[in-house]
């Protein structure tokens, strides 16, 4: 599938390069487009980059990757009716601008209204799925963690967008589930403050969530 990428940092890279490895077609949108150069190196004929709109355009699929506070932005660069009826897969944490507190991020959305909440009711029609939010970048494509496989937290309002979701991520090397409507972001948004603190307190960054069940 053509795959179009909203943002250049190390999410939109990593992202890029996994679903070229997939066999995927990406362009990866950004505002700075030397920032892309290394990445234009390596990715071959399948990987390109433009402005947002070229990659909102381009893709059958959109994957936001931005800095959450840039989100809402980025994607009225994008256009509404590019993103129309598109599933957008959002990787997107609301970290505010701000230190993080005895290793805990801050955040600027309230504990019962997410970012992807804000994101889906400004664009109804585009299908918003929470994914890849919940983990660093070096362990989003096929993560070799042990035996086991990691859990990926997903949400969203449309099952068909969801469905290639869990194609994407079943291919990724993921575990999957599903913790239903948009709303369930408001649960998985804050998994990145929990993932991040044996990063900021003890240099851990190389760990995953598993959901044990019996
Ligand atoms: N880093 C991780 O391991 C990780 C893991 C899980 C989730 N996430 C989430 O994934 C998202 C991307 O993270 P990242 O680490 O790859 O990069 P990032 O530094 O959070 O974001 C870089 C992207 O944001 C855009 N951007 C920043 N400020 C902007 C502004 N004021 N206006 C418009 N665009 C702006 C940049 O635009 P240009 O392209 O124009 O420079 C670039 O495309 C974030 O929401 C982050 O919380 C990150």
Known sequence: MKIGILGSGIVGQTLGSGFIKHGHQVKIGTGNPGKLNDWLGISGTNGSVGSFADAASFGEIIVLAVKGTAALDVLGKAGEETLKNKTVI????????LPPVNGVLQYFTRQNYSLMEELQAKYP???????????????????????????????????????QVKKILDTFGWEIEDMGKV?????????????CIPGFLENRWMHAFKLLKK
């Open 125 to 163: 029609q585009a299908n918003f799925v929470k994914a890849f939010s919940c983990v660093g970048n070096a362990l989003m494509v096929n993560p070799d963690i042990g035996a086991q496989k990691p859990t990926m937290f997903i949400a969203g309002n449309d099952d068909n967008a969801k469905s």
């Open 183 to 195: 709303e369930a972001a408001r649960a998985i948004e804050p998994l990145c403050i929990l993932w």
């Open 90 to 97: 959002d990787t997107t944490n609301p970290i505010a601008e």
